[in-house]
């Protein structure tokens, strides 16, 4: 006898037939939604027979279009469950209610309150998964089934279970005309969801398994139908896959096309809990792994294949109470390794079978994808790549900024770009004598971003200042001075080296060296760079502590004071000084740190408090300087701004410096020796803007346009090289800001946990912002307002988050803390303590080693001294430790942030400093 799975030949014969029914034998449903008399109108058989014919499908369901859900690429679609219980109401008549419902999730209706639960993950009973599985080992399966109504399906099903022996000939009219039963659904809206796991702070934007449902765009049903029938001796099972997908009509609560079918009836069994085996079936049809199993299945084997490697990776808890649900997370960790080995093998067996099925294209392996890190072996041959993958989406890069999210996007950038810049501005001019100050950092901002915009070939990117070049600057002008060299003309050969630098490692495709850049190397000098920004911010109050001490008695001062430059005032004595800028800066730092840790927490809606803490330090900013404007009897020192487009030193220089020297000549030999400093600008230039581009290029992000390493260090370098010639300091890619920008392009699906949809890859944002923060020169009334002291809160803020997100800080604490106490992660559980201290100890060495270095006339060395550590830690450490504490400790394993946990946002993501 042929297997239930072989019977194609015999459908098709039976498809030619005509079955009889005795319209008598079948009642039709109470509401008439399946009514056989009506629908062998509908089907063209008044007489009372149906056939099984080419329907016309515009006439089941008006307005919908069925040719949009012959979509042939299978296994992409959203999968819908919805579980049906055959019930009985008041009157003993019988129909199918709606009593669940899976979009990954399940939520189930509660009959005593009448209203759906809250989302939840399925929890199933072991007995109810083993028994499913025996008995799809022995129920019909029907695959393929070429059918377009719910009678010819309910046919070809009863047809099956006969042939089969699972129903008996007798019962045939009266199982038909259950499976053909009217479907009732709850009226009541889903209820407002709470987060799937209560105990994490996550964004409180709740799940919902009806907008999963709604939002997707080539969604796929599931109909489950299951209950007690007493008029069948044994149980009866039916797996159906419809060749293509059609609208049931009123099965489902909406209209959506229907994949698969799978109907379990039979009589009351000790051992058969029907609700329970419904529950399991519709979990696994909700299951991304089992669902795509079901649409490639080409045989009843391959579906008990699927349940069998859903029942490898599912977890046993035993049967004992559970006192304290913490003890129930390590599961989370033990699940997310049985699911890694579970989707390897289902991913090459799905395109090994999908390659078999003609029309089927498929996505690129991960390998096959066109590495910008990739080298060719050609001169250029990596800036050429980097040109023709990114250059024919310029048109979109356009077009795609026509969306109101980009417009969010600019005006929040506007203000995350402008800070930094006025604030590095200020203490560049403090460490060069104004030789550079904010003027020119707003016009280097604005210059150097727009060009970056309409060339670069990753826009998302935002170029600025950051620490590490201003520890930079602060060395070589201190170098500078200490010679006699005008350190203004000095930088003019450094660009000069600059572009002859970046010139010959583009030509040789220099950037894949990136790749042996690892968290070893970044975390180090982020830490040294957070330390930095704390270090200067208390040094500075220290100097305005010594410069205006805490005095009995003060000298009579000057009426003008308060509006004082520092440059006036820097001889005299103020009272209160001192501690009205301590408190400027204190309270600067506090308000915009907890700000940010408000963004994260659980008051006001979700999209106040992200406008409240992205726009943190501008707030804080605010606050403080009308705190300062108000107190009008105590000095404080202010920004230093010119007026209009001058520069800062009007009377030294002009917005082009001589090559040659300005008031004498520039030494020869040093034109030829700036090649060294040259190549530590490149270093720390190379270092942030390559590890921010990875950053912002993750996969993670789903990017779809690529990026340019080659393409964007040219740009970056070369024109700061150009902008030294004009006094305009270097930038580089910011870090945090790039990071910030690409999140507030990032299109979120909805849901307790979001996944990223899309992101918004274009030019304009970021041209825009640019020339915002040009505009803003124009502000210099505004700009000298600003007490210095609430500067030194923005930059000890700088540093204080910066240190977030940097597991060698976690890791120092750990020194700290007894191993009981330790959290749960992977470089803690899987490396025994002492030799995870001695990790740590020996990169607090090279921190030391490297702040000493700083704290030395040999500063300019830092970055050759930084550089260093990478043999240290492939040659090095490769030896005293194992590859898989390696792993551990040193893997590049910082996630995807979109400030959806308390205390986690784009700092946590990046090793780089701000």
């Given at each position: 006898?042929?297997?239930?799975?072989?019977?194609?030949?015999?459908?098709?014969?039976?498809?030619?037939?005509?079955?009889?029914?005795?319209?008598?034998?079948?009642?039709?449903?109470?509401?008439?939604?399946?009514?056989?008399?009506?629908?062998?109108?509908?089907?063209?058989?008044?007489?009372?027979?149906?056939?099984?014919?080419?329907?016309?499908?515009?006439?089941?369901?008006?307005?919908?279009?069925?040719?949009?859900?012959?979509?042939?690429?299978?296994?992409?679609?959203?999968?819908y469950v919805e579980l049906n219980e055959l019930k009985m109401d008041t009157t003993k008549e019988q129909f199918w209610q709606e009593t669940a419902r899976w979009v990954r999730f399940e939520e189930d209706f509660n009959e005593d309150v009448e209203h759906w639960d809250k989302p939840h993950v399925s929890y199933l009973t072991f007995s109810s998964l083993l028994e499913l599985r025996r008995t799809m080992d022995k129920g019909a399966v029907l695959l393929d089934l070429q059918e377009q109504s719910l009678v010819g399906i309910a046919s070809k099903v009863v047809d099956s279970m006969v042939k089969d022996g699972q129903v008996s000939e007798q019962d045939r009219a009266q199982l038909l005309q259950a499976l053909l039963l009217k479907h009732s659904h709850p009226k009541q809206p889903a209820s407002p969801s709470d987060p799937l796991l209560e105990g994490e702070h996550i964004e409180m934007e709740t799940f919902s398994v009806t907008q999963e449902r709604d939002s997707a765009e080539n969604a796929e049903a599931t109909v489950v139908l299951v209950g007690e029938a007493q008029f069948l001796e044994k149980p009866a099972m039916a797996f159906v896959r419809l060749k293509d997908p059609v609208v049931l009509e009123s099965v489902l609560e909406v209209e959506l096309p229907v994949r698969f079918l799978f109907v379990l009836l039979g009589p009351s069994l000790h051992r058969m809990d029907y609700h329970e085996m419904g529950r399991a079936i519709s979990t696994l049809m909700a299951d991304r792994e089992f669902n795509a199993a079901a649409y490639l299945a080409e045989s009843r084997r391959a579906l008990v294949t699927g349940i069998k490697e859903f029942l490898d990776c599912s977890i046993v808890i035993p049967p004992c109470e559970i006192q304290n649900e913490g003890r129930l997370r390590s599961i989370v960790q033990f699940q997310k390794q049985l699911l890694k080995s579970r989707s390897r093998p289902l991913e090459s067996q799905g395109e090994k079978q999908l390659s078999k099925r003609p029309g089927k294209v498929l996505p690129s392996k991960?390998?096959?994808?066109?590495?910008?890190?990739?080298?060719?072996?050609?001169?250029?041959?990596?800036?050429?790549?980097?040109?023709?993958?990114?250059?024919?989406?310029?048109?979109?890069?356009?077009?795609?900024?026509?969306?109101?999210?980009?417009?969010?996007?600019?005006?929040?950038?506007?203000?995350?770009?402008?800070?930094?810049?006025?604030?590095?501005?200020?203490?560049?001019?403090?460490?060069?004598?104004?030789?550079?100050?904010?003027?020119?950092?707003?016009?280097?901002?604005?210059?150097?971003?727009?060009?970056?915009?309409l060339v670069g070939a990753q826009p998302l990117l935002v170029i600025g200042f950051s620490g590490p070049l201003l520890v930079f600057e602060e060395a070589f002008f201190g170098f500078c001075e200490s010679q006699g060299f005008e350190y203004i003309v000095g930088r003019v050969w450094i660009g000069f080296w600059l572009i002859l630098i970046v010139v010959v490692i583009v030509a040789f495709e220099g950037s894949f060296l990136v790749r042996f850049i690892s968290r070893f190397t970044q975390e180090i000098f982020s830490f040294l760079i957070s330390l930095i920004f704390i270090y200067e911010t208390f040094f500075k109050l220290f100097k305005i502590f010594a410069q205006h001490p805490l005095l009995k008695n003060y000298d009579p001062p000057n009426s003008t004071a308060a509006n004082s430059t520092a440059s006036s005032t820097s001889n005299v004595s103020y009272p209160n000084t001192a501690l009205l800028s301590l408190v400027l800066m204190i309270g600067t730092f506090f308000i915009a740190f907890f700000l940010r840790k408000f963004k994260n927490s659980m008051f006001l809606p979700g999209t106040i408090r992200r406008i409240i803490g992205d726009f943190g330090v501008p707030i804080s900013i605010l606050i403080m300087v009308l705190i300062d404007f108000f107190i009008t009897d105590t000095y404080t020192q202010k920004l230093s701004v010119p007026s209009g487009l001058s520069v800062s030193l009007e009377d030294q220089r002009g917005w082009f410096i001589s090559p040659m020297g300005l008031e004498k000549d520039f030494p020869i030999w040093m034109m030829f020796a700036s090649v060294v400093p040259a190549m530590l600008v490149f270093i720390l230039i190379f270092l942030e803007s390559q590890i921010t581009t990875l950053i912002v290029s993750k996969p993670e992000r789903k990017m779809v346009k690529g990026s340019g390493f080659h393409l964007d260090l040219l740009l970056v370098v070369g024109m700061g090289g150009v902008a030294a010639l004009f006094g305009l300091p270097w930038l580089s890619a910011a870090t945090v800001r790039s990071v910030t920008h690409a999140n507030a392009l990032t299109v979120m699906s909805k849901g307790a946990k979001p996944e990223i949809e899309k992101v918004l890859e274009q030019r304009i944002s970021g041209m825009l912002v640019a020339i915002l923060v040009g505009l803003s020169i124009l502000m210099e009334p505004i700009l000298k307002l600003i007490p210095l002291a609430v500067l030194f809160g923005i930059f000890l803020y700088m540093g204080v988050t910066s240190l977030n997100g940097i597991q060698l800080f976690d890791r120092m604490l750990l020194l700290l803390v007894p191993p009981k106490y330790h959290p749960d992660e992977a470089y803690i559980h899987r490396v025994k303590t002492w030799r995870m201290h001695m990790f740590t100890l020996i990169q607090i060495v090279c921190l030391v080693l490297l702040w000493v270095i700083k704290s030395t006339p040999a500063s300019l060395a830092l970055p050759f001294i930084l550089i260093l550590t990478i043999p240290l830690r492939r040659f090095l450490l490769t030896r005293l430790f194992t590859e898989l504490e390696i792993k551990c400790l040193d893997a590049d394993d910082a996630k995807v942030q979109f400030d959806e946990t308390l205390g986690e946002d784009v700092y946590d993501e990046t090793q780089m400093p701000v």
């Open positions: 006898m042929a297997s239930p799975l072989s019977q194609d030949e015999t459908f098709e014969e039976e498809d030619r037939q005509i079955t009889r029914l005795d319209p008598k034998a079948v009642q039709p449903g109470r509401s008439g939604a399946y009514d056989l008399e009506k629908r062998r109108q509908m089907e063209g058989d008044p007489e009372g027979h149906f056939h099984k014919i080419q329907l016309d499908t515009e006439s089941l369901n008006p307005g919908v279009n069925r040719k949009l859900f012959t979509n042939p690429g299978r296994g992409s679609h959203q999968s991960a390998g096959d994808v066109d590495d910008p890190l990739r080298r060719t072996g050609r001169p250029f041959g990596g800036l050429v790549k980097d040109i023709k993958r990114r250059y024919p989406h310029y048109i979109s890069d356009i077009t795609d900024a026509l969306n109101p999210q980009v417009l969010a996007a600019v005006i929040f950038i506007y203000f995350a770009a402008l800070s930094p810049a006025v604030t590095f501005g200020g203490l560049l001019g403090e460490k060069t004598k104004n030789w550079m100050g904010v003027s020119e950092l707003l016009v280097s901002t604005a210059v150097q971003g727009v060009l970056f915009s």
